[in-house]
């Protein structure tokens, strides 16, 4: 099972990037996804959380910013993030409980994306 991370790049402040995450591979059921990200010189922090039937949540400092939504069909979670700041400069991962089978399930991480919000 993989998780590929995509989208990041850099943008002015006020701007908009759309993350994806795919996941590939043995797949029997995905159940909750997430975005966390890691600022420069600080600890990873989640960002953003779906459930399998839709259900998102968000942390403080995007919550009105950015939407997270799936696609189950596809494997795939979104992140839609707008009014960027320069303090949501950071490397972006998504995660989420794969179940290769009806028994055994894992969280697995993507590689990282870079989002630079930067004039």
């Known amino acids: 099972v993989q998780l590929q991370a995509s989208g990041g790049g850099l943008v002015q402040p006020g701007g908009s990037l759309r993350l994806s995450c795919a996941a590939s591979g043995n797949i029997f059921r995905i159940e909750n996804m997430n975005w966390y990200r890691q600022p420069p010189g600080k600890q990873r922090e989640l960002v953003a959380a779906i459930t399998r039937r839709g259900t998102a949540r968000y942390t403080n400092p995007v919550e009105g910013r950015f939407t997270v939504s799936r696609v189950n069909a596809k494997n795939t979670m979104y992140l839609q993030m707008d009014s960027l700041k320069p303090e949501d400069t950071a490397v972006y991962y998504c995660?989420?409980?794969?179940?290769?089978?009806?028994?055994?399930?894992?969280?697995?991480w993507g590689q990282g994306t870079q989002v630079t919000v930067s004039s």
């Open positions: 995660n989420a409980d794969i179940a290769t089978s009806p028994s055994d399930s894992w969280f697995y």
